[in-house]
């Protein structure tokens, strides 16, 4: 009876923590569609099968897992919590009696709900998980929403036998695993098939897969001989120990037919690992993904990393988004952007520049003459850094496509990106999102609009604008029949939003 009972209130424990943590991160996916469950489960490399409360239970568990790595960090809301005083009993008992406290605390600011990167701007890997700064300081943590157990995770469900399924297929050109545990017999049965003279697999995607260190070997090993076919490796979020990573390497650097990588949330990486990366001479990897990987400024401060990637002859696009760069890590990301010439995509978003690492990156691109498309949502440049951006593109003849998205930059900066539009003939796509602009600069920005004819798409979702604005961009856009605005989330009445939108031929105005 004993053990049953405390068995009975562990269970019961772990279900209301459970429930607590899922309340405060805000994260009621039974109110989602499961149309709208599945693009969650496909952005994070989990399984799409099932009905919707498997669905459901499957991004919960994920989320568990996110706080499990979440908390062996420190964030800046945790330090403030612990930080704060006590509450004054005195206090709490006067507002139950309904008495006005004799002070009233100030609210701390919240962050406006995240929105994903724009589907214009492509490529774009992931989502965002806040608006804002990452955390700059890391100090370890002794426990854990689930108690000190950890949460005792359930192991990933065995995937050899699918694996072994798939290879089984010799007409198959790709391979396909998610969110499994694998064994020597699936790992061996993809050996075997990369090895075969008669292999057609182009590409492998191993997706939050676990195995042990003998499987990376041997899965390396044929990886190394496979060099006649395989050209997207993709190990997103599996997770991997910094020797077995090293491994990884060693594949690209002996077989220069893999083009396409993506080693997002695999592991910390390292100065060292990060800087063979970019210094892979084999005239291999064009495409390089490294989203959430603990990247920090000292990696890009190293030497061999700056001269790999000032050097860098076929690297076009590289995903540094979700890491732990500030405005010192830009400082050597920017001089090395200066004398790149391959690199035509640079995605930048959720990483801390600030003002003072916008003002480095402004200068690299006044010289930078590769660099196609940047962004960099809710990096924290603000008002003085989107200005600096903007002026240095004024003279900048490369760059086609830009986001800053969540800057909340103001009306000053987005004069100046009026200014850019009317100076730039090369800009072919604005993402302005969450920008603080008002009607205050409609009339400039229209009449920018109205002279941009290169221009695709320039959008202002959850900006300030009202039905007066939105009339303004209507007006631009029966000159400029080549443009299009969205305007998601403006204080916009609905009556006024289809009477506005209706007057531009082709949907080119979303007020939705």
């Known amino acids: 009876v004993c053990w049953r009972g405390l068995l009975a209130v562990s269970v019961l424990t772990r279900s209301v923590t459970c429930q607590v943590y899922f309340v405060e991160r805000g994260m009621d996916y039974g109110t989602l569609t499961v149309v709208e469950l599945k693009n969650k489960l496909k952005e994070r490399g989990l399984s799409q099968a099932g009905a919707k409360a498997a669905l459901v239970q499957r991004l919960q568990e994920s989320d568990v897992a996110d706080a499990e790595n979440e908390n062996t960090t420190v964030t800046p809301s945790k330090k403030r919590k612990a930080e704060e005083p006590a509450e004054d009993p005195s206090k709490t008992k006067k507002q139950a009696t309904g008495e006005a406290p004799s002070e009233v605390p100030a609210s701390p600011p919240t962050n406006p709900n995240p929105t994903s990167p724009s589907p214009f701007f492509m490529p774009v890997v992931g989502s965002p998980t806040a608006i804002g700064a990452p955390p700059v300081t890391f100090a370890p943590i002794a426990f854990s929403p689930f108690g000190f157990d950890g949460g005792n995770q359930q192991p990933k469900p065995s995937g050899d036998s699918e694996l072994v399924k798939i290879c089984k297929n010799k007409a198959s050109d790709s391979i396909r695993l998610s969110d499994v545990s694998l064994t020597l017999e699936g790992i061996d049965a993809l050996a075997s098939r990369l090895k075969a003279d008669d292999c057609k697999v182009t590409s492998i995607h191993l997706r939050n897969v676990e195995m042990p260190r003998e499987c990376w070997v041997n899965l390396c090993d044929a990886l190394k001989t496979a060099q006649h076919t395989v050209t997207k490796l993709d190990l997103y979020g599996s997770k991997l120990a910094e020797s077995e990573l090293d491994l990884v390497v060693d594949v690209l650097s002996a077989n220069s037919n893999i083009k396409t990588v993506d080693l997002s949330r695999v592991h910390p990486i390292g100065a060292k690992p990060l800087s063979r990366l970019v210094n892979l001479r084999n005239g291999g990897v064009t495409e390089l993904r490294l989203q959430g990987c603990f990247i920090d400024d000292a ?140 009607d205050a600069i409609a009339a400039d920005l229209a009449e920018a609009i109205r002279e941009s004819h290169q221009l695709d798409s320039i959008e202002f979702e959850n900006n300030a604008f009202t039905a007066v604005g939105a009339k303004l961009f209507a007006e631009a856009l029966q000159v400029n029949p080549h443009t299009r605005v969205t305007m998601y989330g403006c204080p916009i009445q609905p009556q006024a939003k289809h009477k506005i939108s209706s007057s531009v031929e082709g949907n080119r105005l979303s007020l939705k």
Not at 313 to 335: C, M, P, Q, W, Y
Not at 360 to 387: C, D, F, P, V, W
Not at 399 to 427: M, Q, S
Request: net charge positive.
């Open 299 to 438: 990696s890009l401060s190293d030497p061999e990393f700056v001269s790999g990637l000032s050097g860098n002859k076929t690297l076009s696009l590289l995903v540094l988004s979700d890491n732990r760069i500030t405005h010192a890590g830009f400082k050597h990301l920017a001089e090395a952007l200066k004398s790149n010439t391959a690199l035509t995509n640079l995605d930048l978003s959720t990483v801390t520049i600030g003002v003072e690492g916008s003002m480095y990156l402004a200068e690299a691109l006044r010289q930078n003459a590769s660099l196609k498309q940047l962004h960099m949502y809710g990096a924290g440049g603000k008002t003085a850094g989107a200005i600096a951006i903007a002026e240095a593109l004024m003279s900048n003849s490369s760059l086609e496509r830009l986001g800053i998205p969540a800057w909340f930059a103001g009306d000053v900066a987005g004069k100046k990106f009026c200014e850019l539009l009317k100076n730039n003939k090369k800009i072919k796509y604005l993402d302005l999102r969450r920008n603080d602009f008002t």
